[in-house]
């Protein structure tokens, strides 16, 4: 479906809600407020059945937890094609020596990709400019087909594209879950008008083979 704009109702609505978390913060409940529930972060290594001598880096920064899952069944879908894949959050930084592929993903927040994996291609330019690299984005909204979707799923990699000019793009439908939101994210999703849903298409997700491998 084409970009929906947030109204000015709503975008007041939303600044409201952005004063009242500074008034919590002023009370004291702070934390209350803002703690995410806890969200699995796994670190997966798969061993292809028949081994290969690529060695693939997936990693992965994720808000509520959906972007793990995606991340984790890309690293299976490889495995099953005989690569062997390590599955990593960027929060552990994990190192690029010994890998031929590396695959970075990230959810998107505010329209663009999550802090950690931003400042993680940075960290890494120079190594990821002599490696095939992938990037994949899990979102919600401009999922259609029509080019104002397209252009806006573009803008998503502002920050970090110009690091890794070469790598291969690729985006999928994400996943909406208030009981994984902080308090104030979930009351600022649903004042927007957000509503849980779970669009991820695991065909597409697993039947995803970046350029290359």
Same mark, same amino acid.
């Given at each position: 479906?084409?970009?929906?704009?947030?109204?000015?109702?709503?975008?007041?609505? /939303?600044?409201?809600?952005?004063?009242?978390?500074?008034?919590?913060?002023?009370?004291?409940?702070?934390?209350?407020?803002?703690?995410?529930?806890?969200?699995? #972060?796994?670190?997966?290594?798969?061993?292809?059945?028949?081994?290969?001598?690529? %060695?693939?880096? *997936?990693?992965?920064?994720?808000?509520?937890?959906?972007?793990?899952?995606?991340?984790? !069944?890309? =690293?299976? $879908?490889?495995?099953?094609?005989?690569?062997? *894949?390590?599955?990593?959050?960027? +929060?552990?930084?994990?190192?690029?020596?010994?890998?031929?592929?590396?695959?970075?993903?990230?959810?998107?927040?505010?329209?663009?990709?999550?802090?950690? !994996?931003?400042? @993680? *291609?940075?960290?890494?330019?120079?190594?990821?400019?002599?490696?095939? /690299?992938?990037? @994949?984005?899990?979102?919600?909204?401009?999922?259609?087909?029509?080019?104002? $979707?397209?252009?806006?799923?573009?803008?998503?990699? +502002? !920050?970090?594209?110009?690091? /890794?000019? #070469?790598?291969?793009?690729?985006?999928f439908?994400?996943?909406?879950? @208030? $009981? %994984?939101? $902080?308090?104030?994210?979930?009351?600022?999703a649903?004042? *927007?008008?957000?509503v849980?849903?779970?669009? %991820?298409?695991? +065909?597409q997700? %697993? =039947?995803?083979l970046? /350029?290359?491998?």
């Amino acid at each position: 479906m084409p970009a929906q704009p947030i109204s000015r109702r709503r975008f007041l609505t /939303v600044a409201g809600l952005s004063v009242a978390g500074a008034t919590l913060a002023g009370a004291g409940l702070t934390v209350a407020a803002t703690q995410t529930p806890v969200i699995d #972060h796994p670190t997966v290594t798969l061993e292809g059945a028949t081994p290969m001598s690529k %060695r693939i880096l *997936v990693t992965y920064a994720t808000r509520a937890g959906s972007t793990a899952e995606i991340a984790a !069944a890309i =690293g299976e $879908s490889l495995a099953a094609r005989g690569y062997a *894949v390590d599955v990593k959050p960027v +929060n552990e930084q994990p190192a690029l020596a010994g890998y031929t592929t590396v695959i970075i993903g990230s959810a998107i927040r505010i329209g663009n990709w999550l802090p950690e !994996a931003i400042e @993680f *291609v940075k960290r890494h330019q120079a190594t990821l400019s002599g490696l095939p /690299v992938a990037l @994949f984005t899990v979102h919600l909204r401009n999922t259609g087909d029509d080019e104002a $979707s397209q252009t806006a799923r573009t803008a998503y990699l +502002n !920050a970090v594209q110009p690091f /890794v000019p #070469h790598a291969e793009t690729v985006y999928f439908s994400g996943k909406m879950d @208030f $009981s %994984r939101l $902080s308090w104030l994210d979930r009351m600022i999703a649903k004042m *927007v008008g957000a509503v849980e849903t779970d669009e %991820r298409d695991w +065909n597409q997700i %697993r =039947g995803w083979l970046p /350029v290359g491998l």
